[in-house]
Structure formats: C-alpha cells, structure tokens
C-alpha cells in the first residue's frame, strides 16, 4: 500500500518520530467496549467515541463528499457500537476491525439508500459482523459454545433466565416481553441488564 | 476444487465497501465458498481498519483549533443522545434458511441472498431465470438455471459477466467448473458453457450477452433474456 506520507518528506520525519505514541491501544479499546457492555459504561463509551469520531468523520467526509451524511455515518457507527458491544468477541478480532466493518457496513446502506433509492440494508448479509460470520465455520466450536451458553444461562435466577431465553432465543422484544410475561418494561430491562452482566463475567471466566 | 477467483483488487474494492451490492454479494458468496479469499479478506480488512484508525498528524495539520472545538461540542451531544437509548441489539438466532426452485430442484440460497427481493421465473427452453431486484441501473443480476443437457450458445459481453456457479457444474472450452468459481468476463472473451446435469448461477452484467455465431445470432433475444 502506498503511503500517504511519501510525497511530504519533511511530515513523515515527525510521523516517524512520534509513531509510538501513535499506536493504536488495542486493549484499552477493548476493555472499553467489554465495560459498555456489561456496564452500559458511558465513560468507556466516551473513550471509544473520541477515540473514533474524528477518524470516522474524516473518512466519511471524504467518501462521502457531504458533511451531513458524514455526521449520519457518524452517528449510526457509533449507535451500533452502544447497542452491540456486547456482540464484540476480542478473541475474533481487533476492535478496530469491528468498528471499521460496522462503519464500512453504515456508510454502504447509506449510499445504496441513496443511489438505487433501496433501504434493504443488505450490507449485514453481505459482511456479517464478525460474531454471526462464525457461525458457518466454525459450526462445531460454535454448538459447543451455545451449550456453554445454555449452561451458564441456567445458572441464573429463574426470572432472568425466562427473560434472556425470550430476548436471545426466541427474539421477542423487550416490549414483547413485558406483554407476554405481565411485567412492567422497567422491570423486563432492568432483568436483561442485571443477567446480560453476570452472563458475560461468567463467560468471561470460562475463557480465561 | 475452486479454480477461478475474484482479483487481488476486486477484493480490495470489496473490503472497502466499493463495490455495488450486486458484485459485493458475488464476492462474498465465493469467500463462503473459498477459505483462501475468505482468509485474504479477514487479513485485508483488519488491515484497512488499522491503517484507518491510526492516529495520524494529518488530523491537526489540517483542522486548525476553531473547527476541533466545535466538533468538540457536538461531539458531547451526540454521546449524550446515544448513550441515552436502552436499546440492545439481540444476539442473531439460526439464520432461516431460503430457498427458491427450478424445474422441481430446489436450491437453498447462500445466506448473502436471503433478504433480496427476487422477480417471477422467466424460462426460455431449459434456461429458467429469476431478477434478484436490485435496482442497479444498467447493471441486472440474476439467478441463472441451466437445465441438464442445456448449454448457453457462444456468446460475447459489451461490458463484463460475473457468473458465480452456485450449484451443480457447468463446462466451457475452457475446463469444468465447480460450484464457488467466480468466472468473471469481460468483451475480450467468448465461452460457450454446457451443463451435463444442471446448475445453478449467480450471474451479474451490465450489458446484454451478445451471439456471435452464424445461425446463434437468431437467439440475440436470449441475450437480453439472459442479461
Ligand atoms: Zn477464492
């Protein structure tokens, strides 16, 4: 690949100079995106967010030749990351890769949304996220982890278990939920959070 | 074994999300097929990410202090309106499968396909076709389905013809090909594909196939058809 920096030669000294600095903190990334998902932690959020912004609103600014869509990119790559960041597996992948697919994956149906004046948002059949691109390789590992999974699962208390079963496997709303089970929605996010923390803690330790 | 492959650059264009969705979706269906493009693409897009996400200078020799600030500001704002929502994506269940028929065969879809629209099934003596919809313009992709026995006469293209063989296999004066090769065309070549049992095709081109053999030009309306 051809370097952006080759015809500033006075430029490229101080890049080379300060690369250390310029390295990306690959863990710290991660670690923030596990503390948004355990913890809706806005604080990590945060860290990621202005670790990321301003690279993705130059890239969409260049690709897109349009400050609004640019900030639309933005705010969509990063609202997938908040709702997501529980399907981000460091074990699959640098978060950097992930961030990039879901902006890649944003900034496609944006334009298609655009040019052929189509919403079929087609981008997450064409480039799954790394979590769901899995699930055909690897069918074998993947059936021993959703065993893994159903076992941890029943570790919980019983009125979070119905709550995860319905959310994760059988794809009811939360909204659904609460209908299907008389409960307040309060009550049927407030379970789904409590549970989806000690599921990932408790996967966590299982992988370490 | 696959033989035919997309270019180095195809799968670049393709990791850079470049490609229009019908050539993207030809890809990505041969990478489920193919663990050495498959493997190529993981390495291509973590290294795009990574050269994307670098912290480059270029940022504060660009953008003077006036512009960080306000960026600065909406920045927060949009935190504040993300991080608002309580909304978390579920975990995806098994993918349903899709599959769609051809002369009493039925061919389950790759999961790349399932969610396009698709039109009614044409046929023209053993070729069956069906539009995939994706409102490309010139450029029309199709699910192809040659019969057993069935051939496509030999043709030229004005512009260029993925065909992605899907199932089933098919020959040309060129060899065999088996269901994952990525055969893509363009007005430089000629084939002539037969199939003995069947197969079925992904096919994307952006311009009618074009006859080009004596008493063959008779079926220039196939061309059209097939496009
Ligand atoms: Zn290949």
Redesign the interface.
Known sequence: MQSVHSELPSHQAAVTSSSMTNKIDHSQLCQWLKSIAVDRDKQAFTGVFKFFAPKIQRIAQSKLNNEALAAEVLQDTMSNVWRKAHLFDDSKGAATTWVYTIMRNVTFDLLRKMKANKEDNLSDDIWPLAEALNTEDDSFSDHIQSRNLLGVIETLPENQQQVVKGFYFMEMSQEQLAVHLNLPLGTIKSRLRLALGKLKLKLGEHHD | MIKHHPTFSMLQNF???DLP?SL??GV?MHA?MCPMC?QKI?QL???????????????D?FTNDADMKT?EL??DD??G???A???????????IERSVSFKGTQYVLP???????LGKTAQIGKLSRARIL????EIHTNLLHIGAGGSIPEHTHKGFELTLLLAGTFADEQGEYVPGDFIMLDKRHQHQPATELGCLCYTVANDALHFTQGINKLLNPIGSFIY
Do not use: Y
């Open positions: 990791v850079d999300g969705a993207a979706a990505a489920g498959q993981i897009t973590e290294q795009v990410a990574e050269a994307n996400f670098e912290e480059s200078s270029d940022l020799l960026a909406d920045f949009i935190i309106e993300i991080t929502s309580d909304d978390v994506e579920p975990m995806k269940a098994a993918s999961n790349v396909l399932r969610n396009m629209s994706l409102d490309e313009g």
